[in-house]
Nanobody, 115 residues
Framework: QVQLVQSGGGLVQPGGSLRLSCAASGSIVSVTALGWFRQVAGKQRKLVAIILSGGATNYDDSVKGRFTISRDDAKNTVALQMNSLLPEDTGVYYC?????????WGQGTQVTVSS
């Protein structure tokens, strides 16, 4: 079973940057998609960014131009670089993996954007 272990996150002022990283327990070469979701209290988990096996990426409109998702197949990691952070980016961020029809989640990490 795939395990995803997240790192990064924390408290940052508006306009600041954070980097989230997610390490998979096995190779990600055959993974269909990797991504990041955000969840705010009382709301459903929402897709923030996704990267497909071929390298294509897609972002929620609210983060386009500010966030960048990347994957390193050699290190079995996926990262989310978040720049120009806004208070509305606050939430718990979850790493996501889709492999052979199964979905896996990281443990979640809190990101708080506040002055």
């Amino acid at each position: 079973q795939v395990q995803l272990v997240q790192s990064g996150g924390g408290l940052v002022q508006p306009g600041g940057s954070l980097r989230l990283s997610c390490a998979a327990s096995g190779s990600i070469v055959s993974v269909t998609a990797l991504g990041w979701f955000r969840q705010v209290a009382g709301k459903q988990r929402k897709l923030v960014a996704i990267i497909l096996s071929g390298g294509a990426t897609n972002y929620d409109d609210s983060v386009k131009g500010r966030f960048t998702i990347s994957r390193d197949d050699a290190k079995n990691t996926v990262a989310l670089q978040m720049n120009s952070l806004l208070p509305e980016d606050t939430g718990v961020y979850y790493c996501y993996s889709l492999e052979r029809g199964s979905v896996y989640w990281g443990q979640g990490t809190q990101v708080t954007v506040s002055s």
